[in-house]
């Protein structure tokens, strides 16, 4: 069963994407803050990592750029997922590790879309 | 500037004074006119001593020309005397000529040593005479007479003696024919005889005078003698030379030079035609005039006459001496004069001259003297009508420097006071600029995240069979975002009225501060159960005049605010009087305000930036707006705080 990692402070963020992957055979784990979000991937080493840009302590950059550092984890797909929709903004996303970037807000459908594309790649 | 002004203005003057005076640029005038007047002077001079040379020379040259002339004509006359004599007067003819004469047997002339150097019979030339008589005469130097026998003749001799002064040089012999003497004069012995001596006497005498005349001729004549007599006896004749038609010297006063062949350019000039030539050997001080020498109209050489020039050429250095003279005192008279001259035009010009300069230095009051009504009279009085305009162009310009230089301190205190004002302004400029960025980049965060929950959440009710409760909660969360973004856009409209200087109008009246906090601290109590929010409110409180809906809004910012910053604790809420104003304050206990932040919280679209405010929501507008409608009211902020304390926020309104 795959497993998607979201890392997002914002609870209702969280609930939306959780119902947005519940129709499929996803196995979905949430994170609250940066700290926690690499504390739960280095245990579980998730397929996909849904990440958050701006969060209180370890922002998402900086998470994406320990994540893709470690060994370990650096061949998770990690997605950035941000309201920060500058190119600037996405750059530095990309420069950090991310494989690929969604700017809020977005479709569940869409999301669901690009989730499935990764996983049956 | 001024300076500058001032020497341009005096350079000027002094390039008008020069065209008026002959500013000198090498020589002052003084010298220029002694130059001048002493170049006129010894100019006469030097004319006055050419004109007396010239005269002086000419009138000697024509004398010694005409003296040249004069014995040209001599020489020539006495050549052709010689030549007749000589040809006439020879002494053999004349004795056989006056042998011819009636009476007379023969004549002999006798030297001192007997002999017979001319004679009525050739043939006795060069013989030796031993008559009595002879002997008689020659011993004695007296006259005798008597009768002798000559060739089987009676005679009657006459012996005379010739003389050279005293000295006996000869004799000379006339014998009478007594025969033809008897028959013409038939007359007794003694008295014939007496006859006899008487006549033959008398033609002994007459003929010894020709014979001596005729040796004086001879010697005279000789072309030779001549010229060394003439050169000797004349005192201004230094050199004669006669040449033939072949330029053969045959007489010269330098013997040596006879028979040579002159070459000398005047007798080149003379044998080739000339009538005269003449010229100046200026070393040996000789005046030579060549002349041709012709008798009858018949050119048979040339005659060189050499005059001594020496008294001529004392004569022209006596002159030049005297020119000399003149040329001095020429040049003391000119000097002297130039100085009677110079002095009343030079003197004014250097008075004047003295002050333009001092003019030039500065001394704008100097003024000159003007005391004549000529050139430089009219000079001086331009140059003062030059410096009133100066002192008066000065004066101006010391007034127009004075208000120009306040002026530029004016300007520049304006112009610093502007550019500082400018540096603030920038920094301001960049701070809301950098703070807009911020904005932009936190409105873009703070809209899409409630748009992302409306938005996805919406997409699932539309999309998905959902449980009852999913479709509530779902349905709320859109519900709560909506509002947010609704907050959010209120605050953005107001900033918009601020901004624009739009009426942000302001509806006052009596109203009662704890109303407002009451009403504010019951609805977050009702959304908001992490917070306790504890309200102690002063008993009798006065009114304010405000709008209760801008104080409500800044009631509801601050305690939004002290909700959102503080993670967990109460917020104490009072409403008391303070110095004739009604105060409003809210305590919490969250994470503080450093003094850093605290000096930029009233700023628009700032925001603390902190780890743990990181997660907080807001625009950076709330306190903004809270300052703007406070001073609206005339009222004042109070703003504590202590980091990881909390904050105690308060304001005050004017009580009524």
């Given at each position: ?19 947005t992957?519940s129709?499929g ?16 991937a280095?245990?579980?080493i998730?397929?996909?990592?849904l990440?958050?840009v ?27 997922l941000?309201?920060r ?10 420069s950090a ?22 996983l049956?790649? | 500037m ?21 500013y ?16 006129l ?20 040259l ?7 002339r ?7 006359i ?11 007067v020879?002494?053999?003819a ?8 009636e009476?007379i ?13 001319s ?18 005469a020659?011993?004695?130097g ?9 060739m ?8 005379y ?5 005293d000295?006996?040089i ?28 008487r006549?033959?006497r ?7 005078y ?11 004549i ?15 004749i ?12 045959i ?8 028979g ?8 080149k000039?003379?044998i080739?035609g ?8 200026p070393?040996?001080?000789i ?24 008294e001529y ?7 030049f ?5 003149i040329?001095?005192m ?11 001259v ?22 704008l ?8 009504k ?28 004075k208000?120009l ?28 600029n ?5 904005f ?13 929950t ?5 997409e ?5 069979d ?15 975002e909506?509002?947010h ?11 918009s ?12 009246k ?10 504010n ?12 929010i ?7 409180l ?21 909700i ?9 809420c ?6 004739d104003?009604?105060?409003?304050s809210l305590?919490?206990q ?8 605290l ?30 409608i ?5 009222g004042?902020?109070d ?16 009580r009524?």
């Open positions: 069963m795959k497993k998607v990692l979201i890392i997002d402070d914002e609870e209702k963020v969280r609930m939306l994407i959780e119902a992957l129709i055979e996803i196995e979905i784990l949430q994170a609250s803050s940066g700290e926690e979000g690499l504390k739960k280095r245990e579980v998730p397929d996909i990592i990440l958050d701006m969060m209180p302590g370890i922002d998402g950059f900086e998470v994406c750029r320990l994540l893709k550092k470690d060994p370990a984890t650096k061949d998770i797909h990690i997605v950035m941000t309201a929709g500058q190119r600037e903004d996405k750059e530095r996303g990309l590790g991310a494989n690929g970037y969604f700017v809020k807000p977005f479709s569940p459908i869409n999301l669901m879309n690009m989730i499935d594309e990764i049956n790649r | 001024i300076s500058a002004m001032l020497t341009t203005l005096v350079e000027r003057s002094k390039a008008e004074l020069s065209s008026y005076m002959l000198p640029k090498h020589m002052s005038i003084r010298v220029k006119i002694i130059a001048a007047m002493c170049a002077l010894v100019f006469i001079g030097l004319l006055s001593f050419w004109a007396s040379y010239m005269h002086e020379r000419k009138s000697l024509t004398n010694m020309q005409d003296n040249a004069i014995l040209n004509r001599a020489l020539i006495s050549i052709i005397n010689q030549k007749i004599i000589t040809e006439k020879s002494l053999q004349l004795v056989e000529e006056l042998s011819l004469t009476g047997f023969g004549v002999w002339v006798i030297d001192a040593d007997s002999r017979i150097t004679a009525t019979f050739r043939e006795q030339v060069g013989e030796v005479a031993s008559s009595n008589l002879i002997l008689n020659l011993q004695n007296y006259y005798v007479s008597g009768f002798d026998t000559k089987g003749e009676q005679v009657y001799s006459a012996v003696p010739l003389k050279n002064g000295e006996l000869g004799l000379l012999e006339v014998a009478f024919e007594l025969r033809e003497y008897l028959r013409a004069h038939p007359k007794n012995q003694i008295q014939l005889a007496a006859q006899i001596k006549d033959s008398i033609m002994a005498e007459s003929l010894s020709s014979i001596e005349n005729m040796r004086d001729v001879n010697e005279l000789h072309i030779q003698r001549l010229v060394d007599r003439l050169t000797e006896e004349s005192e201004i230094s050199r004669i030379m006669i040449v033939d038609d072949n330029s053969r010297i007489a010269c006063s330098n013997l040596d030079k006879v040579m062949i002159a070459d000398d350019k005047g007798v000039a003379i080739n000339a009538e005269i030539y003449t010229r100046l050997s070393r040996q001080k005046y030579t005039f060549d002349m041709p020498l012709k008798i009858d109209g018949e050119f048979k050489g040339a005659v060189s006459i050499g005059y001594d020039a020496t050429y004392a004569h022209l250095s006596e002159i001496r005297f020119g000399l003279l040329s001095a020429g040049i003391l008279m000119g000097i002297l004069l130039s100085f009677q110079a002095n009343p035009i030079v003197r004014p010009i250097q008075r004047l001259t003295g002050d333009i300069k001092k003019l030039a230095a500065g001394n009051s100097q003024r000159a003297v003007v005391n004549s000529d050139e430089v009279g009219d000079l001086a009085a331009a140059f003062n009508r030059m410096a009133e305009d100066l002192a008066l162009s000065k004066d101006k310009i010391d007034q127009y420097s208000t230089e306040e002026k530029v301190r004016q300007r520049t205190q304006a112009l610093e006071k502007t550019n500082q004002e400018l540096v603030v302004t920038q920094n301001e400029l960049m701070k809301s950098i703070a807009k960025t911020d932009l980049s936190v409105a873009s965060h703070e809209l899409r995240t409630p748009l992302t409306v938005m996805g959440y919406s699932l009710l539309l999309t998905r959902l449980t009852e409760r999913q479709k509530t909660d779902f349905l709320g969360f859109i519900n709560e909506a509002i973004l609704s907050n959010i856009v209120d605050d953005l409209l107001d900033i009225r601020i901004e624009s200087q739009k009426s942000f109008e302001f509806v006052k009596p109203v009662d501060l704890a109303d407002i906090l009451l009403k601290s019951e609805f977050y109590s009702r959304v908001n159960t992490q917070h306790r504890v309200t102690d409110i002063e008993e009798n006065p009114l304010v005049n405000a709008d209760e809906e801008r104080i409500g809004q800044v009631v509801k910012n601050i305690l939004d605010n002290a959102k910053y503080t993670l967990d604790g109460d917020i104490l009072k409403v008391f009087t303070r110095d104003m009604v105060w409003v305590q919490d969250g994470i503080g305000i450093s003094k850093q932040d000096l930029h919280i009233f700023d628009k679209f700032y925001r603390v930036r902190r780890k743990k405010t990181a997660k907080i929501s807001g625009t950076g507008l709330g306190l903004y707006i809270v300052k703007y406070i001073e609206a009211h005339d004042k902020i703003i504590k705080s202590k980091l990881n304390k909390g904050t105690t926020f308060a304001f005050g309104i004017p009524l």
